[in-house]
């Protein structure tokens, strides 16, 4: 299944997270003109690596921000864009332009410390927005349950659209890092939990922490 627009539009326009869309973009065209060694310095430089923030605090806790506008491939970005223009219009709407940028950086840095309490000593990279895109995502869920978003679905050689439950959407999303996850656990403890380049306890710490911070940040106040 391939989402494709929430059929719950919010009635103003979201500057922020097209903003973001926007910087998410711009930061990964400057990945993509970098030669390979000038690209590995700039992500050593920005990207979240546990073992510096473990052993230099002061100088690295900037990368829980830095790294989540940063992406590993055109998939990558594009799948998290999607998601983010999918969903983070309505919690925008919510929360207001101002609190929204700060719940989805704050989700973004405690989803980024999820994945680093895995793995302190882990020498892996950490990067993308993944992890403030699933506390939206967790955000979403409490406060539009019953929404839908048209979905496209690939049969064979067919191809058809059809209205599923976000319930649905998100709640897949979420199991497959779950299951990942707890999998990935069975096979170190002193690295940074990562399959295949993706911080899945990134992705369950930033939902579950945007399930707890979304209520305190207004999603649920009265227009």
């Known amino acids: 299944m391939f989402p494709l627009y929430d059929e719950n539009p ?51 806790w900037i990368t829980l921000f830095t790294s989540q506008f940063l992406h590993g491939g055109w998939w990558h970005l594009i799948s998290n864009m999607l998601f983010l223009w999918i969903f983070g219009n309505n919690i925008e709407e919510r929360l207001g332009h101002v609190k929204y ?8 840095a405690l989803a980024a410390l999820s994945q680093w309490f895995i793995g302190m000593n882990s020498e892996i990279p950490s990067l993308g927005a993944s992890g403030a895109i699933s506390g939206v995502l967790g955000a979403y869920i409490i406060r539009f349950p019953q929404a839908r978003v048209m979905t496209l679905v690939f049969l064979g050689f067919f191809i058809t659209t059809i209205r599923v439950p976000a319930l649905v959407i998100i709640g897949l999303f979420i199991v497959q890092n779950v299951i990942s996850g707890l999998a990935s656990l069975q096979t170190a403890t002193h690295i940074s939990v990562e399959t295949g380049g993706v911080a899945y306890w990134a992705h369950i710490g930033g939902f579950a922490f945007g399930v707890i911070l979304a209520p305190l940040f207004g999603l649920f106040r009265q227009d």
């Not at 940028?101 to 973004?108: N, Q, T």
């Open 10 to 60: 919010a009635r103003t326009t979201p500057y922020f997270t097209y903003g973001l869309i926007g910087m998410n973009i711009l930061v990964f065209i400057h990945e993509v003109s970098l030669s390979n060694a000038q690209l590995s310095q700039f992500l050593n430089q920005y990207a979240l690596i546990p073992q510096e923030l473990t052993t230099n605090w002061n100088r690295e």
């Open 101 to 108: 940028l700060i719940f989805y950086l704050a989700c973004g």
